[in-house]
Protein backbone atom coordinates (compact mmCIF):
# COMPACT_ATOMS: atom_id res chain seq x y z
CA UNK A 1 0.00 0.00 0.00
CA UNK A 2 1.00 3.34 -0.79
CA UNK A 3 4.20 4.66 -3.17
CA UNK A 4 7.42 2.47 -3.15
CA UNK A 5 9.08 4.92 -5.58
CA UNK A 6 13.18 5.43 -4.85
CA UNK A 7 14.40 8.22 -3.11
CA UNK A 8 14.86 11.09 -5.52
CA UNK A 9 18.66 11.68 -5.77
CA UNK A 10 19.13 15.45 -5.35
CA UNK A 11 17.39 15.70 -2.05
CA UNK A 12 19.33 15.69 1.32
CA UNK A 13 18.32 14.94 4.45
CA UNK A 14 17.98 18.63 5.28
CA UNK A 15 16.12 19.89 2.80
CA UNK A 16 13.64 16.89 2.76
CA UNK A 17 13.42 17.42 6.71
CA UNK A 18 12.44 20.83 6.01
CA UNK A 19 9.64 19.89 3.80
CA UNK A 20 8.26 17.42 5.89
CA UNK A 21 8.53 19.29 9.82
CA UNK A 22 5.21 20.94 9.54
CA UNK A 23 3.63 17.77 7.73
CA UNK A 24 4.93 15.99 10.81
CA UNK A 25 3.30 18.16 13.49
CA UNK A 26 0.15 19.02 11.44
CA UNK A 27 -0.15 14.94 11.01
CA UNK A 28 0.21 13.78 14.89
CA UNK A 29 -2.72 16.37 16.19
CA UNK A 30 -5.01 14.63 12.79
CA UNK A 31 -3.76 10.83 14.14
CA UNK A 32 -6.89 9.10 15.09
CA UNK A 33 -5.87 6.80 18.43
CA UNK A 34 -8.50 4.31 17.00
CA UNK A 35 -7.39 1.78 14.79
CA UNK A 36 -9.34 2.64 11.68
CA UNK A 37 -6.38 2.79 9.36
CA UNK A 38 -7.78 6.07 8.46
CA UNK A 39 -4.88 8.63 6.60
CA UNK A 40 -3.13 10.84 9.26
CA UNK A 41 -3.24 14.25 6.73
CA UNK A 42 -7.17 13.88 6.22
CA UNK A 43 -9.58 13.11 9.28
CA UNK A 44 -12.46 13.41 7.15
CA UNK A 45 -11.57 10.39 4.61
CA UNK A 46 -13.56 7.36 5.50
CA UNK A 47 -12.41 3.50 6.10
CA UNK A 48 -11.44 1.53 3.52
CA UNK A 49 -13.23 -1.59 2.99
CA UNK A 50 -10.34 -3.05 3.62
CA UNK A 51 -9.33 -2.44 6.85
CA UNK A 52 -13.24 -2.93 7.82
CA UNK A 53 -13.39 -6.41 6.57
CA UNK A 54 -9.98 -7.68 7.96
CA UNK A 55 -8.63 -4.84 10.89
CA UNK A 56 -4.90 -4.52 10.81
CA UNK A 57 -2.76 -6.97 13.17
CA UNK A 58 -1.18 -4.94 15.99
CA UNK A 59 2.51 -5.62 14.67
CA UNK A 60 1.36 -3.78 11.45
CA UNK A 61 -0.47 -1.00 13.15
CA UNK A 62 2.75 -0.58 14.96
CA UNK A 63 4.91 -0.62 11.67
CA UNK A 64 2.58 1.89 9.79
CA UNK A 65 2.76 4.56 12.66
CA UNK A 66 6.66 4.23 13.21
CA UNK A 67 7.32 4.37 9.23
CA UNK A 68 4.88 7.15 8.68
CA UNK A 69 5.41 9.47 11.71
CA UNK A 70 9.37 9.10 12.53
CA UNK A 71 10.35 8.70 9.20
CA UNK A 72 10.33 10.94 5.91
CA UNK A 73 10.96 9.41 3.31
CA UNK A 74 8.08 6.98 4.43
CA UNK A 75 5.54 9.73 4.95
CA UNK A 76 3.29 8.82 2.01
CA UNK A 77 2.61 5.44 2.60
CA UNK A 78 -0.53 5.71 4.25
CA UNK A 79 -3.93 4.50 2.97
CA UNK A 80 -4.05 7.97 1.41
CA UNK A 81 -2.89 7.40 -1.82
CA UNK A 82 -0.69 10.59 -2.31
CA UNK A 83 2.87 9.94 -4.23
CA UNK A 84 6.32 11.35 -2.79
CA UNK A 85 6.52 14.18 -5.16
CA UNK A 86 3.00 15.25 -4.92
CA UNK A 87 3.71 15.04 -0.68
CA UNK A 88 6.81 17.25 -1.11
CA UNK A 89 4.34 20.39 -2.35
CA UNK A 90 1.46 20.14 0.19
CA UNK A 91 -0.15 21.97 2.03
CA UNK A 92 0.71 25.09 -0.21
CA UNK A 93 -0.35 23.57 -3.60
CA UNK A 94 -3.45 21.73 -3.01
CA UNK A 95 -4.62 19.03 -6.11
CA UNK A 96 -7.11 21.15 -7.46
CA UNK A 97 -7.50 24.53 -9.56
CA UNK A 98 -10.38 25.48 -7.46
CA UNK A 99 -13.01 25.36 -10.00
CA UNK A 100 -11.18 27.59 -12.26
CA UNK A 101 -10.76 27.02 -16.38
CA UNK A 102 -8.01 29.29 -18.11
CA UNK A 103 -7.34 29.55 -21.63
CA UNK A 104 -4.00 29.82 -22.84
CA UNK A 105 -3.24 33.13 -25.17
CA UNK A 106 0.37 32.65 -25.53
CA UNK A 107 3.97 32.16 -23.98
CA UNK A 108 5.21 35.92 -22.33
CA UNK A 109 8.26 34.50 -20.47
CA UNK A 110 10.51 31.97 -19.03
CA UNK A 111 11.69 31.21 -15.70
CA UNK A 112 14.62 28.63 -14.54
CA UNK A 113 11.57 26.12 -13.43
CA UNK A 114 8.92 26.67 -16.24
CA UNK A 115 7.33 29.43 -18.36
CA UNK A 116 4.72 32.27 -18.09
CA UNK A 117 1.62 32.31 -20.29
CA UNK A 118 -1.01 34.90 -20.18
CA UNK A 119 -4.51 32.83 -19.88
CA UNK A 120 -8.13 33.86 -19.49
CA UNK A 121 -10.84 32.39 -17.23
CA UNK A 122 -14.62 31.98 -18.40
CA UNK A 123 -15.19 35.91 -17.39
CA UNK A 124 -12.55 37.08 -19.84
CA UNK A 125 -10.32 38.12 -16.62
CA UNK A 126 -6.97 38.24 -17.84
CA UNK A 127 -4.01 36.39 -15.34
CA UNK A 128 -0.18 35.24 -15.51
CA UNK A 129 0.05 31.85 -15.00
CA UNK A 130 3.30 30.38 -14.17
CA UNK A 131 3.96 26.95 -14.82
CA UNK A 132 6.99 24.97 -13.10
CA UNK A 133 8.33 21.31 -13.35
CA UNK A 134 8.68 19.54 -10.02
CA UNK A 135 11.17 17.84 -10.82
CA UNK A 136 13.48 20.90 -11.93
CA UNK A 137 12.64 21.92 -8.61
CA UNK A 138 13.61 19.07 -6.46
CA UNK A 139 16.60 18.57 -8.49
CA UNK A 140 17.64 22.44 -7.79
CA UNK A 141 16.77 21.99 -3.72
CA UNK A 142 14.20 24.79 -4.41
CA UNK A 143 11.16 23.37 -2.89
CA UNK A 144 10.94 25.28 0.16
CA UNK A 145 12.09 28.50 -1.72
CA UNK A 146 9.07 27.69 -3.84
CA UNK A 147 6.45 27.03 -1.43
CA UNK A 148 7.62 30.65 0.20
CA UNK A 149 7.29 32.14 -2.98
CA UNK A 150 3.70 31.52 -3.17
CA UNK A 151 2.59 32.00 0.23
CA UNK A 152 4.41 35.68 0.58
CA UNK A 153 2.64 36.55 -2.45
CA UNK A 154 -0.48 35.25 -1.40
CA UNK A 155 -0.35 37.18 2.01
CA UNK A 156 0.91 40.44 1.14
CA UNK A 157 -0.63 40.53 -2.62
CA UNK A 158 -3.40 43.08 -1.17
CA UNK A 159 -1.01 45.62 -1.33
CA UNK A 160 -1.70 48.15 -4.14
CA UNK A 161 2.02 48.01 -5.60
CA UNK A 162 2.61 44.58 -5.16
CA UNK A 163 0.88 42.02 -7.79
CA UNK A 164 -1.55 39.62 -6.22
CA UNK A 165 -1.58 35.47 -6.36
CA UNK A 166 -5.24 34.72 -6.33
CA UNK A 167 -4.38 30.37 -7.27
CA UNK A 168 -2.13 27.97 -7.67
CA UNK A 169 -2.14 24.16 -7.30
CA UNK A 170 -0.40 21.37 -8.67
CA UNK A 171 -0.72 18.37 -10.86
CA UNK A 172 1.53 15.45 -11.13
CA UNK A 173 4.54 16.98 -12.67
CA UNK A 174 3.86 20.43 -12.85
CA UNK A 175 3.26 22.97 -10.57
CA UNK A 176 0.56 26.16 -11.63
CA UNK A 177 0.95 29.42 -9.85
CA UNK A 178 -1.93 32.36 -10.63
CA UNK A 179 -0.97 35.89 -10.61
CA UNK A 180 -3.02 39.22 -11.53
CA UNK A 181 -1.64 40.04 -15.42
CA UNK A 182 -0.01 43.20 -15.21
CA UNK A 183 -0.55 45.02 -19.39
CA UNK A 184 2.28 48.04 -18.93
CA UNK A 185 4.86 46.19 -19.39
CA UNK A 186 8.58 46.26 -17.35
CA UNK A 187 9.76 49.48 -16.07
CA UNK A 188 13.04 48.00 -17.44
CA UNK A 189 11.09 48.37 -21.22
CA UNK A 190 10.74 52.12 -20.08
CA UNK A 191 13.98 53.29 -18.90
CA UNK A 192 15.56 51.58 -22.25
CA UNK A 193 12.37 54.04 -24.03
CA UNK A 194 13.69 57.28 -22.19
CA UNK A 195 16.75 56.50 -20.92
CA UNK A 196 16.31 58.79 -18.25
CA UNK A 197 13.36 59.68 -16.81
CA UNK A 198 11.62 62.93 -15.16
CA UNK A 199 12.23 63.54 -11.70
CA UNK A 200 8.78 63.89 -10.71
CA UNK A 201 8.31 60.60 -12.32
CA UNK A 202 10.94 59.23 -10.46
CA UNK A 203 9.97 60.51 -7.71
CA UNK A 204 6.60 59.00 -7.97
CA UNK A 205 8.23 55.19 -8.66
CA UNK A 206 10.34 55.37 -5.91
CA UNK A 207 8.03 56.20 -3.59
CA UNK A 208 5.63 53.38 -4.81
CA UNK A 209 8.46 50.95 -4.10
CA UNK A 210 9.13 52.19 -0.69
CA UNK A 211 5.86 51.67 0.35
CA UNK A 212 5.80 48.13 -1.03
CA UNK A 213 9.19 48.00 0.64
CA UNK A 214 8.43 49.10 4.01
CA UNK A 215 5.03 46.58 3.86
CA UNK A 216 6.93 43.75 3.29
CA UNK A 217 9.56 44.70 6.09
CA UNK A 218 6.99 45.12 8.37
CA UNK A 219 5.18 41.93 7.80
CA UNK A 220 8.33 39.93 8.02
CA UNK A 221 9.99 39.57 4.19
CA UNK A 222 12.78 40.45 2.76
CA UNK A 223 12.70 40.70 -1.00
CA UNK A 224 16.24 40.59 -2.18
CA UNK A 225 15.59 41.15 -5.96
CA UNK A 226 14.81 44.41 -6.67
CA UNK A 227 15.43 45.16 -10.12
CA UNK A 228 13.45 47.04 -13.34
CA UNK A 229 13.14 43.42 -14.26
CA UNK A 230 10.60 42.80 -11.72
CA UNK A 231 8.48 45.94 -11.38
CA UNK A 232 6.07 45.86 -13.68
CA UNK A 233 3.28 48.53 -14.71
CA UNK A 234 -0.32 48.52 -14.79
CA UNK A 235 -2.48 49.91 -17.56
CA UNK A 236 -1.70 53.51 -15.57
CA UNK A 237 1.65 52.92 -15.45
CA UNK A 238 2.10 52.42 -11.70
CA UNK A 239 4.50 50.01 -10.26
CA UNK A 240 3.64 46.38 -9.72
CA UNK A 241 6.39 44.03 -7.96
CA UNK A 242 6.31 40.60 -9.20
CA UNK A 243 8.59 37.33 -9.06
CA UNK A 244 9.09 36.85 -4.95
CA UNK A 245 11.30 33.76 -5.52
CA UNK A 246 14.05 35.13 -3.84
CA UNK A 247 11.97 36.05 -0.86
CA UNK A 248 12.34 34.78 2.08
CA UNK A 249 10.91 35.38 5.60
CA UNK A 250 12.59 37.12 8.21
CA UNK A 251 11.34 39.00 10.85
CA UNK A 252 12.23 42.96 10.94
CA UNK A 253 15.95 43.59 12.73
CA UNK A 254 17.02 39.99 11.94
CA UNK A 255 19.89 38.64 9.61
CA UNK A 256 20.81 35.96 7.09
CA UNK A 257 23.60 35.26 4.66
CA UNK A 258 22.89 33.80 1.39
CA UNK A 259 24.21 35.07 -1.28
CA UNK A 260 21.63 35.40 -3.90
CA UNK A 261 20.15 38.18 -5.89
CA UNK A 262 20.96 40.42 -9.40
CA UNK A 263 24.61 41.09 -9.30
CA UNK A 264 24.23 44.75 -10.45
CA UNK A 265 21.55 45.80 -8.02
CA UNK A 266 23.36 43.25 -4.89
CA UNK A 267 24.81 45.15 -1.77
CA UNK A 268 27.86 44.94 -0.96
CA UNK A 269 27.31 42.57 2.16
CA UNK A 270 24.82 40.19 0.08
CA UNK A 271 28.03 38.90 -2.00
CA UNK A 272 30.68 39.64 0.63
CA UNK A 273 29.06 36.73 2.37
CA UNK A 274 28.52 39.23 5.57
CA UNK A 275 25.04 38.46 7.27
CA UNK A 276 22.80 41.53 6.02
CA UNK A 277 18.97 42.04 7.09
CA UNK A 278 16.03 44.22 5.22
CA UNK A 279 18.26 46.94 4.38
CA UNK A 280 19.87 45.42 1.27
CA UNK A 281 16.47 45.79 -0.25
CA UNK A 282 17.05 49.83 0.25
CA UNK A 283 20.27 49.70 -1.74
CA UNK A 284 18.91 48.05 -4.60
CA UNK A 285 15.97 50.52 -4.86
CA UNK A 286 18.80 53.36 -4.88
CA UNK A 287 20.62 51.12 -7.54
CA UNK A 288 17.21 51.69 -9.77
CA UNK A 289 16.77 55.41 -8.40
CA UNK A 290 20.35 56.13 -9.98
CA UNK A 291 19.21 54.38 -13.51
CA UNK A 292 16.05 56.36 -13.48
CA UNK A 293 17.84 59.41 -13.11
CA UNK A 294 20.82 59.01 -15.39
CA UNK A 295 21.02 56.56 -17.23
CA UNK A 296 23.97 55.30 -15.78
CA UNK A 297 24.69 52.84 -12.78
CA UNK A 298 26.92 53.46 -9.85
CA UNK A 299 30.30 52.97 -9.66
CA UNK A 300 33.05 52.98 -6.55
CA UNK A 301 36.14 54.18 -6.03
CA UNK A 302 39.02 53.48 -3.09
CA UNK A 303 38.96 55.54 -0.30
CA UNK A 304 41.35 55.34 2.48
CA UNK A 305 41.16 51.76 1.67
CA UNK A 306 38.27 51.33 1.96
CA UNK A 307 35.41 51.84 -0.92
CA UNK A 308 32.54 54.42 -1.33
CA UNK A 309 30.24 54.60 -4.02
CA UNK A 310 30.50 57.03 -6.51
CA UNK A 311 27.64 58.28 -8.42
CA UNK A 312 27.66 59.07 -12.61
CA UNK A 313 28.99 62.86 -13.76
CA UNK A 314 25.70 64.16 -15.41
CA UNK A 315 23.73 66.55 -13.84
CA UNK A 316 21.85 66.07 -10.59
CA UNK A 317 20.40 68.77 -8.53
CA UNK A 318 21.03 68.77 -4.77
CA UNK A 319 18.01 66.61 -3.36
CA UNK A 320 18.39 64.22 -6.12
CA UNK A 321 22.08 63.36 -5.47
CA UNK A 322 21.42 63.32 -1.37
CA UNK A 323 18.72 60.80 -2.00
CA UNK A 324 21.19 58.38 -4.01
CA UNK A 325 24.09 58.78 -1.40
CA UNK A 326 21.42 57.98 1.56
CA UNK A 327 20.42 54.93 -0.53
CA UNK A 328 23.93 53.67 -1.74
CA UNK A 329 25.93 53.92 1.67
CA UNK A 330 28.06 51.44 1.28
CA UNK A 331 28.13 50.62 5.16
CA UNK A 332 24.48 49.27 5.77
CA UNK A 333 24.55 50.98 9.50
CA UNK A 334 24.59 54.52 7.64
CA UNK A 335 22.22 53.25 4.90
CA UNK A 336 18.66 55.08 4.68
CA UNK A 337 16.34 52.10 5.03
CA UNK A 338 12.99 52.97 6.59
CA UNK A 339 9.92 54.70 4.87
CA UNK A 340 10.16 56.93 8.02
CA UNK A 341 13.74 57.99 7.26
CA UNK A 342 13.09 58.63 3.30
CA UNK A 343 9.75 60.68 4.24
CA UNK A 344 12.33 63.61 5.68
CA UNK A 345 14.91 64.34 3.70
CA UNK A 346 15.15 67.06 1.10
CA UNK A 347 13.86 65.11 -2.12
CA UNK A 348 10.42 64.61 -0.40
CA UNK A 349 9.79 67.81 1.63
CA UNK A 350 6.32 68.69 1.02
CA UNK A 351 5.32 65.30 -0.86
CA UNK A 352 2.23 63.28 -0.17
CA UNK A 353 3.12 59.53 0.51
CA UNK A 354 -1.02 59.32 1.34
CA UNK A 355 -1.98 60.44 -2.19
CA UNK A 356 0.88 58.22 -4.58
CA UNK A 357 -0.66 55.18 -1.60
CA UNK A 358 -4.58 56.26 -3.27
CA UNK A 359 -2.91 56.31 -6.81
CA UNK A 360 -4.15 60.00 -6.65
CA UNK A 361 -0.54 61.07 -9.39
CA UNK A 362 -1.24 60.05 -12.32
CA UNK A 363 1.99 58.68 -14.26
CA UNK A 364 1.10 59.02 -17.48
CA UNK A 365 1.01 62.75 -16.98
CA UNK A 366 4.22 63.01 -15.74
CA UNK A 367 5.83 61.15 -18.75
CA UNK A 368 7.13 63.43 -22.06
CA UNK A 369 7.36 62.20 -25.54
CA UNK A 370 8.72 59.32 -26.66
CA UNK A 371 12.25 60.62 -27.83
CA UNK A 372 13.71 59.95 -31.25
CA UNK A 373 17.09 58.45 -29.74
CA UNK A 374 15.90 55.22 -28.26
CA UNK A 375 17.83 54.11 -24.52
CA UNK A 376 21.48 53.43 -26.18
CA UNK A 377 22.81 55.03 -22.99
CA UNK A 378 21.14 52.72 -20.69
CA UNK A 379 22.18 49.52 -22.50
CA UNK A 380 25.72 50.43 -22.12
CA UNK A 381 25.46 50.73 -18.53
CA UNK A 382 28.54 50.60 -16.77
CA UNK A 383 29.42 47.41 -14.54
CA UNK A 384 32.69 48.81 -12.66
CA UNK A 385 30.48 49.11 -9.36
CA UNK A 386 30.17 44.87 -8.74
CA UNK A 387 33.72 44.52 -10.61
CA UNK A 388 35.71 46.60 -8.05
CA UNK A 389 33.55 46.30 -5.28
Not at 369 to 377: F, S
Request: with cysteine; glycine share 6%; aromatic share 12%.
Amino acid sequence: MGNTSPRPPALNQDSVDGVYTQRREDSCQNLSTSSSGRSFASVNSHQSTFSVSRPWSRVSRRRWKESTLTLPYESSKTAWPVSQIESFFLPEFPFRSEGKHFTNLGEINKGAFGKVYKVSDEKGTLYALKVLSKSKIIRENAVQQVKDEVRIQRVCGHHPFIVDCPFHWQSKKRLFIVSNYVAGGELYDLLKTYTVLPVALVKLYVAQLALALDFLHNAGVIYRDLKPENILLDASLNVQLIDFGLSKWLPYGKTTRTICGTFLYMAPEVWTGEEYGHGVDWWSLGVIACVMLTGKYPSAEPDSGQFSTVLPQVGLDGPARDLLQRLLQVKSAQRLRTLRALKNIAFYKGYSFDDVKDRQVNPKELLPEIPEKLGDDFEGFDESFVTQL
